[in-house]
């Protein structure tokens, strides 16, 4: 455990490729509970630290398949997640409400869709026994630990705070150069900069993400997060430029307003595609042919 990062009782464990998608950073509290925080990090050093050390707890930030990626590897294990996605992310048919699967494929798509899905994934989601609740302090061990509700990413998504440390696990609020991403049925693009302004007021040393570089100073987190939300006002002004030249929705979700043209092929990154376009096109109170329709893939 020498070669995992610390700061103080939590240890941060990486995920495959710089934690990015479709992996995650884990927290590990080092503390007399045995927490771990996520589980999309490195599956053999996962099981490490359950082998050497024990995991009596699992909490999830949300429902995400990158954070709860290795769930079923601990079956014996009680797993949290937040309250607001404790009911839904539990079954299938919510994750696919979620993420925008039947607004873009209707009943039939899901059933295709469903089929697709590694029985892991299932699992994961399914065995989450228990909710924890917002804004409360929760004691482990000596490990002092707030989850805040910070929606915008997922409706019930939070951040493990720990007070006394300095220190948030900001997760997918994560300063890559992808962008913000709230293309799920629940996520939402005002909600997701009031909670990055929440996060920076924040009386913090260190901010962790869920993928790639890591941890940041809070001034290397201010001055990241202002190019990260910049990325959503460039992608008003495409939407709105192209809008304006009399695109439709079609149209507009086959240029690559958030995955790379040659990605859109994949039905799940096309459908986030749709999502998001339309969510810009609500925030912008544009009018675009074809921007309503619902199950618009099916037909």
Not at 163 to 176: A, I, N, Q, R, S
């Amino acid at each position: 455990m020498n070669t995992l990062n610390r700061i103080g009782p939590i240890l941060i464990i990486e995920g495959p490729n710089s934690s990015k998608v479709p992996f995650s950073r884990s927290l590990y509290l080092d503390c007399s509970e045995k927490v771990l925080i996520d589980t999309g990090a490195e599956r053999e050093m996962l099981l490490d630290i359950q082998c050497k050390y024990g995991i009596n707890l699992i909490i999830n930030t949300h429902y995400h398949p990158d954070h709860t990626q290795h769930n079923h590897l601990f079956k014996d294990v009680p797993k949290w997640i937040n309250r607001l996605e404790f009911e839904t992310a539990r079954s299938i048919e919510g994750v696919a409400k979620l993420n925008g699967i039947y607004q873009e494929w209707g009943p039939s798509g899901f059933d295709m869709w469903r089929h697709t899905i590694p029985h892991e994934w299932v699992d994961n989601l399914s065995s989450i026994s228990d909710y924890y609740e917002y804004e409360k302090e929760y004691r482990f061990g000596d490990v002092n630990v707030t989850f805040l509700h910070t929606p915008g990413h997922t409706k019930g998504y939070s951040c493990p705070f720990f007070p006394d440390l300095g220190v948030v696990f900001v997760g997918d609020y994560d300063m890559t150069t992808f962008g913000p991403w709230y293309n799920g049925t629940d996520g939402n693009i005002e909600e997701f900069i009031s909670s990055a302004e929440r996060l920076l007021s924040l009386d913090v040393d260190t901010y962790i993400t869920g993928h790639q570089k890591g941890m940041f100073t809070k001034q290397e987190f201010q001055e990241a997060m202002k190019q990260f939300l910049a990325i959503i006002e460039d992608r008003d002004e495409k939407i709105l430029e192209l809008a304006r030249k009399g695109y439709t929705f079609e149209e507009l979700a086959k240029v690559g307003i958030f995955y790379p043209k040659q990605m859109l092929e994949q039905p799940l990154l096309q459908t986030w595609e749709r999502s998001g376009i339309r969510k810009h096109i609500q925030r912008l109170g544009l009018t675009v042919p074809g921007a309503n329709n619902e199950y618009s893939l099916t037909k």
